[in-house]
């Protein structure tokens, strides 16, 4: 496609004199980016000192890779990024399955709920998470299951996806709604099966919306905090965003502000690698399918 | 698929988008049901019944969010024409405007403005998009205390350091974090964080466009401008509005960055709803005040119906079904 | 159809997945296992103490314990609504207003299991006092990790000025200002985060607690009290004594960057702050401490003090009361309570630990000396709806942008 033609395109000076001012302008704000994190990660390996100095970047004193050591201590910091990961993946997986079909379904056709049901889902994002965790808390703290890890697991994966289907339903209306139904007439032309035209066809035509859905809503979950800061009972069930939120804080209560810089880097590196990654697999692996 | 495509842009330019209904679309019933169950089945599990007690809350004194509602003391809509008349709340949903609305205008258009120039052809677009999107995916604890601590510091800021080389002096000495800037300080801060996210929008629904278009275009001979104005905008009406609803959405929920810029106790400057209604609920700051959960529900009814206003307006301003060519 | 079976046994595939990824094993539940859920975070320093002294409680008595670090805010949060859904924890902590106040129909009263252990012979007295006086005349709760908010300040900047007495009343204390001003030193600085207990101490001192709440909620800000406060305020602003980053300080800038680096002389918080600037006072840095000063005519005077502590308290519905009380006697007597101090600069609960580190050792006598208490920032925070508008305009008051005349003025406007 489009991408991968001018990913191999020879250079050409007067086309790449023309997008100058658009180079600039990203460049402006790429640099001003990187000086900002730069910053932080330079402050991590810092002294707390130093930085409220203002010689954060100086490193007068050397390197303090101890900070790191700090920040990490005890914690259970590979179970905590172990169960961010079975939520996210799962969560996600399950909003898609569930999502798109809804999506397509509200954004093709006209029947009476229709309105209702997209005025819902957005009224409902604009309600508080406070105010619909804590109900439900107070219901499934009365069934007593939240003892049990594999059911405490379970609540909190149902809770993630139903809490974002509605965000997710409502970004994908629009992808569907914006491709051509002629696909739909020549596929029936063809005779097959509208469920199995939306999963052949429309799924992977809507592909940009879902992947960048996806990363949001896998980004969402990766560093929820209110969920599972109520509902993750034990360590064991504990996400990221708790577990190394508290590491923040910690670093932060005891004045050691390096060493939260450092908690931040922790917190995160594995998570701009994950975004890399999936963002790129992603990517190639649906532009990949729709060729075939 | 590739021959679909062009077979698309073809039909496109013959019959024109503004289709409705369809010969086959009819009669699927089953499609319907069997597509939108789930989906909906699990927002009527999750959201429902929160949503109804909260809206039953709005009219009660309460004073712990899971009090039993023999606990509860009907007030009518006590607690709304408490909101009214208390003049702090009307602070912070003047705040929350703020925020909303130039924020607003800020974000789309410097996001759409990134998400053309990363779709008009330059190199190292994949970098550019990772770069901008980043901000992103740090947690904002970490973001606003960069802000706070490095770029508005009165002694070492990175502000008051670009300022003073480029002998700006009368920049460099404003104090960025004083009762006067401070809004202002919180806005852009905030802003950065989150063009990155209406980028990766925007360019998602750019992307869908074919190639093809502009490859039409550019032989008749359109500029880029002319493509952008006549193609790409119109065709972009769909993620606008979805732009607008995520902003607003979010803008609603604004809490963390207004509590990092003002740790402890809120500020007049910072304060949103959302900050206004975790007072009520949870008490503020270290003193142990009076709480009231039905207020804060009253907030939470008062911030769904904002966004459910501006998706309505958004539905009759941008209809996504009629694109002009 | 068939591809909606596909996702249907996609989805099931995935929770059960999902669900299987862990043994099925109960977590807590077990009858003979205590749950605490802890005010701290895991990795700072009294959560480890914590950590270790539990560890150290169930290998001497075989009681297991389910620790929880939820941290100021998730307890906050979570907690009453875990108790209101029946959810089994016996033990939580949380500042002393706060547990007494909000969690106190919860809370198992401890008269009686404290007199069978004898608990107050080693206990400070005072501190049982606050906690029987939070309680409504009874004791619900443990005091551990006690705090005192007064002024701190920078020895070596004393001396350097010629300073030999700390200030005990308003004149001395103005004329303390101006000799550190005099020798070239700012004498004051204060982040935004504590500005309302500035305006509250110094209100408190003129007309006490009882009266500082009824001026913030009735909106009674035409009392004279309020002028006479916010002209000893502008004075001190006028004279030059508050930093010039009064107005523009976010927390920390102004303990990090001006106490800590030895630019400002005195700064009004709590005994935890030693602890938290440590980094950047470095172990040379001489503290100090003094009660806010007495005012000419005032209601009180330096013998009542803003103290508190954190506080234990049980669950009443618990079936463990005995161990759990055993716990919190073993967290707060004795070898734990004083490596709970050492690790965390913090002030011992036991009053046989009589060793206090060296760093809050300043504070000890303006604790001894303090026979009255009052809450956080002395009241002046009891409306939520006010604080906001106190804070900011306090803060302009401080930084010299508005004279006394317009703080009040403001004030009542605002309170209309």
Known sequence: MAKEKEARRPFNLKKEVKLLPGYIILLLWVIFTIALLGWVFGASFSTTAEIFQGKALKFESGLHFENYAKAWNGAGVAGFFGNSLIYSVISCTILILVCAPAAYVLSRFDFIANKFIQTSF???MGVPAIMVVLPLFSIISGMGILNNVAAGRT?????????NVPYTTIFLLTFFSNISRTYEEAAAIDGCPPMRTFWKIMFPMAQSGIVTVTIFNFINIW???????IFASSDKLKPVAPGLYGMINSMKYTGDWAGMFAAVIIVFLPTFILYIFLSEKIIGGVTGGIKG | MAGGLRQRSVAIRRYGITYKGGIYLKKNKTMIVVFLTPAVLLFLGIFLYPIIRTVIMSFFKIDGVTDSMDLWKFVGFGNYTKLMSTSLFKTSFFNLFRIWLIGGLVVMSLSLLFAVILTSGIRGKKFFRAIIYMPNIVSAVALATMWLQYVYSPRYGLLKDLFTALHLDNLAKIQFLDNDHKFWALLFAYCFGMVGYHMLIWLSGIERISPEYYEAATIDGATKPAQFRYMTLPLLKGVFKTNITMWSVSSVGFFVWSQLFSTVTADTQTITPYVYMYMQIFGGGNT???????????????????????????????KDDDLEF | MGMKKKMLSATLCAVMVGSLAAPAFTVQAADDTLVYWSMWEATEPQGQVIQEAVDAYTEQTGVKVDLQFKGRTGNREALQPALDGGTQIDIFDEDIDRVNGMYGKYLLDLEDLAKDNDYEATANAGLMAACRDAGGGTLKTIPYQPNVFAFFYNKDLFEQAGITEEPKTWDEFKDVCQKLKDAGITPMTMDDAYATCVIGYHLARLVGEDKVKEIVTEGEWDDPAVLQMAQDIEELASNGYYSEMVG????????????????AAMYLNGSWLPNEVKEMAGPDFHWGCFAYPALTDGANGIETNNFGAQVFGINKDTKLAKEAFDLITFLTKGEYDQKLADETVGIPADTTNTEWPAMVECAKPVIEQSTNRFTWACGVESNVDMTPVIKENFIKLMAGSITADEFVSTMQDAAK
């Open chain 2, 288 to 318: 142990v005040t009076e709480r009231n959960a039905g207020l804060g529900a009253a907030i939470g009814v008062l911030l769904s119906v904002c966004v459910v206003i501006v998706f309505t307006i958004c539905n009759r301003v941008i």
């Open chain 3, 248 to 263: 523009s300080n976010v927390w920390p800038a102004g303990q990090n960057t001006e106490l800590a680096l030895g630019t």
């Open chain 1, 223 to 229: 560093n929820e905090y209110f969920l599972s800061l």
């Open chain 1, 155 to 163: 609540v909190l994966i149902i809770l993630y996806v139903g809490i």
């Open chain 1, 122 to 124: 957005v009224s409902a």
